[in-house]
């Protein structure tokens, strides 16, 4: 069986091709079968192929209704970063203290979407004005300290709607509803919502899907980069009770510790991670979908866990300028109420295909 995929080409050297199978028709996606980097040119328009040979790879399981999906992982006009399928390894296997992030245990998951950067004031803007113009309502506003700096100041229930906003706004699938036969979108009010996990529209990531994003393809490390923190790397509250901390500067972020707080930075200030991401680290706390299991890293299911049926506090990630490096490793998990809308809280989106 060959494959072969024209790609009109991007304007960059590279692109990365996965090829995913589907043994179902296209409900479930498994992990690429192939991986292919080429070199491209950049003229414009110019059409390259990309061709598999499936023979040395097909391993005969893949018959009944199968299909192939390409996905390409160039420059993502939406600013988002294609995190591949695959297992990684979750859980943190090095301090010790984090009593909920063990054993460290492997999670396969499928392939998605991230928003590279945190959501700006400028972007939580623009779809929340579109939002209360069509049906939306929200608990808080919403602030930021500048529009390329992250919004904070909203609840878990705020960036929930605004995640099915901006998937109206750009015509996709909303993933949000009020009922469990998916036909009301949420739009309003507080509500737990049921989840179409196979919309393309944007919704929170899980905690699976986070903490695998956040790694950035690494295994066995603290940060998304590896295993110390300093001030040149994240915007977090530096400490010398961490030996892992080992930024020359302490307290809050000397660049951003400027004026009144809140004392965010504007996103993406700093390296990206190995998938191209920004802030995976500090800066504001990032909502996740799930709710608080303590339990979560023994009991939770091997293949795209989405978390615990109901509780009463939802998950945030990734720690904030406030808060200290121990707070901002890849295995750290932080609850609070989905009304909270502290001002070093945040979020991203993630979406399918």
Same mark, same amino acid.
């Given at each position: ?29 498994? %992990? !690429? ?8 040119? #950049? =003229? ?5 192929? %990309? ?10 399981? @893949? ?6 999906? #390409? ?31 063990? !054993? ?8 998605? @979407? ?8 400028? &972007? ?15 608990? /808080? ?5 500048? /529009?390329?700096?992250?919004? *904070? ?12 906003? &901006? ?35 944007? &919704? ?19 940060? !998304? ?6 001030? +040149?790397?994240?915007? $977090?509250?530096?400490? +010398?009770?961490? =030996?892992?901390?080992? +930024?020359?500067?302490?307290? $809050?972020? !000397?660049?951003?510790? #400027? ?39 023994? +009991? ?12 009463? *506090? ?18 750290? &998990? ?5 009304? /909270? ?8 989106? #993630?979406?399918?295909?």
């Amino acid at each position: 069986m060959d494959i072969t995929y024209d790609l009109a080409d991007p304007g960059v050297a590279s692109v990365s091709i996965w090829i995913l199978v589907s043994q179902d028709a296209g409900t479930n996606w498994n %992990v !690429p079968a192939y991986t292919f980097t080429g070199a491209y040119g #950049v =003229s414009p328009g110019l059409n390259k192929a %990309v061709v598999w040979n499936a023979g040395a790879d097909w391993n005969g399981q @893949y018959t009944a209704n199968c299909r192939v999906r #390409v996905l390409a992982n160039d420059a993502d006009p939406a600013g988002l970063a294609l995190i591949p399928a695959g297992p990684f390894q979750m859980g943190d296997p090095l301090d010790g203290d984090i009593a909920d992030a063990r !054993p460290v245990h492997s999670v396969n998951v499928s392939a998605f @979407y991230m928003d590279k950067s945190l959501i700006t004031g400028a &972007r939580w803007i623009g779809v929340y004005q579109w939002g209360t113009l069509h049906g939306y309502t929200f608990d /808080n506003a919403g602030a930021a300290k500048a /529009n390329d700096h992250p919004v *904070q100041s909203i609840s878990w229930f705020d960036a929930v709607k605004w995640c099915n906003a &901006r998937s109206e706004q750009e015509g996709r699938t909303p993933a949000y509803y009020t009922d469990a036969a998916l036909t009301v979108i949420y739009k309003t009010g507080q509500a737990a919502p049921f989840v179409n996990w196979s919309a393309n529209g944007y &919704r929170l990531p899980t905690e699976a899907e986070w903490e695998k994003a956040a790694r950035g393809g690494l295994s066995g490390q603290r940060f !998304p980069w590896g295993l110390t923190i300093t001030h +040149s790397q994240a915007n $977090y509250n530096s400490s +010398s009770s961490y =030996s892992y901390d080992t +930024s020359p500067t302490r307290g $809050y972020n !000397p660049a951003y510790a #400027v004026g009144s707080q809140p004392y965010t930075s504007p996103v993406a200030v700093f390296q990206p991670n190995g998938y191209g991401l920004f802030d995976m680290a500090g800066n504001v706390w990032e909502w996740c979908w799930d709710w608080l299991d303590g339990y979560y890293y023994s +009991s939770s299911p091997g293949t795209d866990p989405h978390g615990p049926a109901s509780g009463n *506090q939802r998950v945030l990630r990734g720690g904030s300028w406030y808060f200290s490096a121990d707070l901002a490793r890849c295995a750290n &998990r932080n609850v609070v109420a989905p009304t /909270n809308a502290g001002s070093d809280i945040g979020f991203r989106c #993630v979406r399918g295909f």
